[in-house]
C-alpha cells in the first residue's frame, strides 16, 4: 500500500528513477569486488594460528567468553540479559557474542582460516553495500563502481590497520553491525521513494540487529533523519510519516539504553569532553588541517584557504566576458593577475610573521619529507570538495553524504583505535565518488567520460 505522495518536495534538486541494475552488471561488480578486496587484503591467509592469534589483543578474552558458554543456545542466553561474550568489557552485544562464538567453535575445530574467510566475506558485503548507497546519491553506475573500488582500499586510508586484519575477528563486530546499519539505511532510502511498506519492514529489523550488534548503530535514527531532510525530492512517502518512523526509532534506541543500563553494571559509555565534539570531527574528517588548527598553526591551513579562494576568483574573472569591463579585461592577464594574488598572499605572511621564502620552504623542506606539500595539497582538495558540496547543495544529495560521514564519526568520538573508524572509513568511500560526480559536472560534464561508458546519460542522471 503507498502512502501519499509528498507536496513539498524540493523540486530543485535533480532526480530520475534509478533504472534497474541486469544481472550481468551485478555479476562485474561482485567479481570486481571480490577480486580487488582479496589483491588488497589477502595477508589474513597466513596468520591463522591460535598461537599466532593469542597474541593480539582482546582474542584471549573473547575465548574466556567462550569457554564460559559451552553449549550456545542454553549459555547464550545470558547475553541476552547481561553483559556479552568479551570478558572485561562490559556492553550489551548479544549478536555479536553469537558470531564471535561461532568464530571460535570454528576456529579452534577447523581452523582460524575459515574465520579469516568469514571476516573476508563480510567485508565483501560491506563493499557492495557502500557501492549500492553510493549509486543512490549520485545515481551514477560510474560512482557506484568508484565506491566500491575505493572501499576495498581501507586497509590503505584507515591509520593503524593492519595487512592481516581479516583474521583479527574481533572487528568481524564492526563489518557485522556496519553491514546492518548500512542496509537498514538503503532500505529506509527505498521506502521514502517508493513508499513500499515492507523496506520498511526491513529497515526496522536490519536496525534493531544492528543495535544488538553494538552499541554504534544507536545512531541510526539520525542517519533517518537526514533522510528524511535531504532526500525529500525522491519522496513519495510524506516527510511527516517518515520523521515520525524516525523518532519511534529513536524511543526504541532509548529503551534499549535503559534495558541495558539495567542489567549491566557500570557499562561502557562514552566520557565525552565538550572540547572533544570540536577536535575530533577535525582530525577525523580532515585530519592534515585539524592537526595544524590544533596545535596553534592555524596560519596553514589559513595560507592555503586564502589561496585556494584567490585561485577561484581569478577563474571565475577568467570566465566573464572580457568586453563587459575594461578592468576585467586587464586583470584577465596572467602578468597583471598573478602578482596580484603573489602580493596577497605576501602580506598575509608579513601579517603572521612569515615570508613567502619561510612558507616556501616550510611546505617543501626535504628533511621533513614534504609532510607538509602532501599536507597542503590534501587541504586544498578538500576545501574543493567542501565547496563543490556547498555549490550544488541545490542540485545535488551534497548535505546526506557529508551528514553520514559525519554521523559515521560520531559513536566513536571518545575512542581511539583503527578498527572504531572502520565504518567511517567505508563510508568516506562514498563521499569521494560523490566528489567525483561533482567534479565532473564543475567541469561541465565531459563528454569523453560518457563515451568511456558508452551508455546514454540523460541531464539529470550525472555518469549514470
Same mark, same amino acid.
Given at each position: 500500500?503507498?502512502e501519499?505522495?509528498?507536496?513539498?518536495?524540493?523540486?530543485s534538486?535533480?532526480?530520475t528513477? !534509478?533504472?534497474?541494475?541486469? +544481472?550481468?552488471?551485478? #555479476? $562485474?561488480? %561482485?567479481?570486481?569486488?571480490? @577480486?580487488?578486496?582479496?589483491? *588488497?587484503?589477502?595477508?589474513?591467509i597466513?596468520?591463522?594460528?591460535?598461537?599466532?592469534?593469542?597474541?593480539?589483543?582482546?582474542?584471549g578474552?573473547?575465548?574466556?567468553?567462550?569457554?564460559?558458554a559451552?553449549?550456545?543456545w542454553?549459555?547464550g542466553?545470558?547475553?541476552?540479559?547481561?553483559?556479552w561474550?568479551?570478558v572485561?568489557?562490559?556492553?550489551f552485544?548479544?549478536?555479536?557474542?553469537?558470531?564471535?562464538?561461532?568464530?571460535?567453535?570454528?576456529?579452534?575445530?577447523?581452523?582460524? !582460516?575459515?574465520?579469516?574467510w +568469514?571476516?573476508?566475506? #563480510? $567485508?565483501? %558485503?560491506?563493499?557492495?553495500? @557502500?557501492a549500492?548507497?553510493? *549509486?543512490?546519491l549520485?545515481?551514477?553506475?560510474?560512482?557506484?563502481?568508484?565506491?566500491?573500488?575505493?572501499?576495498?582500499?581501507?586497509r590503505?586510508?584507515n591509520?593503524?590497520?593492519?595487512d592481516y586484519?581479516l583474521?583479527?575477528?574481533?572487528?568481524?563486530?564492526?563489518?557485522?553491525?556496519?553491514?546492518?546499519?548500512?542496509?537498514?539505511?538503503?532500505?529506509?532510502?527505498?521506502?521514502?521513494?517508493?513508499?513500499e511498506?515492507r523496506?520498511?519492514?526491513?529497515?526496522?529489523?536490519?536496525? !534493531?540487529?544492528?543495535?544488538?550488534?553494538?552499541?554504534?548503530?544507536?545512531?541510526f535514527?539520525l542517519?533517518?533523519l537526514?533522510?528524511?531532510?535531504?532526500?525529500?525530492?525522491?519522496?513519495h512517502?510524506?516527510?511527516?510519516?517518515?520523521?515520525?518512523?524516525?523518532?519511534?526509532?529513536?524511543?526504541?534506541?532509548l529503551l534499549?539504553?535503559?534495558?541495558?543500563?539495567?542489567i549491566?553494571?557500570?557499562?561502557?559509555?562514552?566520557?565525552?569532553?565538550p572540547?572533544?565534539?570540536v577536535?575530533?570531527?577535525?582530525?577525523?574528517?580532515?585530519?592534515?588541517?585539524g592537526?595544524?588548527?590544533?596545535?596553534?598553526?592555524?596560519?596553514?591551513p589559513?595560507l592555503?584557504?586564502?589561496?585556494?579562494?584567490?585561485?577561484?576568483?581569478?577563474?571565475?574573472?577568467?570566465?566573464?566576458e572580457?568586453?563587459?569591463?575594461t578592468?576585467?579585461?586587464?586583470?584577465?592577464?596572467?602578468y597583471?593577475?598573478?602578482?596580484?594574488?603573489?602580493l596577497?598572499?605576501?602580506?598575509?605572511?608579513?601579517?603572521?610573521?612569515?615570508?613567502?621564502t619561510?612558507?616556501?620552504?616550510?611546505?617543501?623542506?626535504?628533511?621533513?619529507?614534504q609532510?607538509?606539500?602532501?599536507?597542503a595539497?590534501?587541504?586544498?582538495?578538500?576545501l574543493?570538495?567542501i565547496?563543490?558540496?556547498?555549490k550544488?547543495?541545490?542540485?545535488?544529495?551534497?548535505?546526506?553524504?557529508?551528514?553520514?560521514?559525519?554521523l559515521?564519526?560520531?559513536?566513536?568520538?571518545?575512542?581511539?583505535?583503527?578498527h572504531?573508524?572502520?565504518?567511517?572509513?567505508?563510508?568516506?568511500?562514498v563521499?569521494?565518488a560523490?566528489f567525483?560526480?561533482?567534479?565532473?559536472?564543475?567541469?561541465?560534464?565531459?563528454?569523453?567520460?560518457?563515451?568511456?561508458l558508452?551508455v546514454?546519460?540523460?541531464?539529470?542522471?550525472?555518469?549514470?
Amino acid at each position: 500500500m503507498n502512502e501519499a505522495n509528498s507536496t513539498d518536495a524540493a523540486p530543485s534538486i535533480n532526480y530520475t528513477p !534509478l533504472p534497474p541494475v541486469s +544481472l550481468s552488471e551485478k #555479476l $562485474f561488480l %561482485l567479481l570486481l569486488v571480490v @577480486v580487488l578486496a582479496y589483491v *588488497w587484503n589477502w595477508q589474513f591467509i597466513r596468520f591463522t594460528s591460535l598461537h599466532d592469534l593469542l597474541k593480539l589483543n582482546d582474542i584471549g578474552f573473547i575465548l574466556m567468553g567462550y569457554y564460559q558458554a559451552p553449549h550456545l543456545w542454553a549459555d547464550g542466553l545470558k547475553w541476552w540479559h547481561g553483559t556479552w561474550i568479551q570478558v572485561g568489557i562490559p556492553a550489551f552485544r548479544p549478536l555479536s557474542s553469537y558470531l564471535f562464538w561461532i568464530e571460535c567453535w570454528i576456529g579452534l575445530h577447523w581452523g582460524f !582460516l575459515w574465520s579469516g574467510w +568469514l571476516g573476508f566475506w #563480510l $567485508f565483501v %558485503l560491506n563493499c557492495l553495500l @557502500v557501492a549500492t548507497l553510493a *549509486w543512490r546519491l549520485t545515481q551514477s553506475r560510474l560512482c557506484a563502481v568508484l565506491a566500491a573500488v575505493m572501499a576495498t582500499w581501507v586497509r590503505f586510508i584507515n591509520v593503524g590497520q593492519q595487512d592481516y586484519w581479516l583474521i583479527w575477528f574481533p572487528v568481524h563486530q564492526e563489518l557485522f553491525m556496519h553491514a546492518l546499519m548500512i542496509g537498514a539505511l538503503l532500505c529506509f532510502d527505498i521506502w521514502y521513494e517508493r513508499a513500499e511498506r515492507r523496506y520498511l519492514i526491513w529497515s526496522w529489523l536490519l536496525f !534493531l540487529a544492528g543495535c544488538l550488534a553494538k552499541e554504534h548503530v544507536y545512531i541510526f535514527p539520525l542517519f533517518a533523519l537526514t533522510v528524511v531532510i535531504t532526500r525529500r525530492h525522491i519522496a513519495h512517502v510524506q516527510w511527516q510519516t517518515a520523521t515520525t518512523q524516525a523518532v519511534a526509532m529513536l524511543c526504541a534506541v532509548l529503551l534499549l539504553w535503559q534495558y541495558r543500563a539495567a542489567i549491566i553494571a557500570d557499562p561502557r559509555n562514552p566520557s565525552l569532553k565538550p572540547i572533544q565534539f570540536v577536535h575530533k570531527p577535525l582530525l577525523f574528517m580532515y585530519s592534515s588541517a585539524g592537526r595544524y588548527l590544533i596545535t596553534g598553526q592555524w596560519w596553514f591551513p589559513v595560507l592555503l584557504l586564502l589561496i585556494f579562494a584567490l585561485s577561484g576568483t581569478l577563474i571565475k574573472l577568467h570566465h566573464l566576458e572580457p568586453h563587459q569591463n575594461t578592468a576585467i579585461k586587464w586583470l584577465n592577464k596572467l602578468y597583471i593577475s598573478f602578482p596580484l594574488a603573489l602580493l596577497t598572499i605576501a602580506l598575509y605572511l608579513m601579517i603572521v610573521g612569515w615570508s613567502l621564502t619561510d612558507a616556501f620552504w616550510f611546505i617543501f623542506d626535504q628533511p621533513v619529507k614534504q609532510a607538509h606539500g602532501r599536507d597542503a595539497i590534501d587541504m586544498l582538495v578538500n576545501l574543493y570538495a567542501i565547496f563543490l558540496l556547498w555549490k550544488y547543495r541545490k542540485t545535488e544529495s551534497t548535505a546526506a553524504v557529508w551528514l553520514f560521514l559525519f554521523l559515521s564519526y560520531a559513536p566513536v568520538l571518545d575512542f581511539i583505535g583503527w578498527h572504531y573508524t572502520l565504518p567511517a572509513s567505508l563510508i568516506r568511500s562514498v563521499y569521494w565518488a560523490y566528489f567525483l560526480k561533482l567534479v565532473w559536472l564543475d567541469f561541465g560534464r565531459p563528454q569523453p567520460w560518457r563515451r568511456l561508458l558508452n551508455v546514454k546519460v540523460h541531464h539529470s542522471v550525472g555518469l549514470a
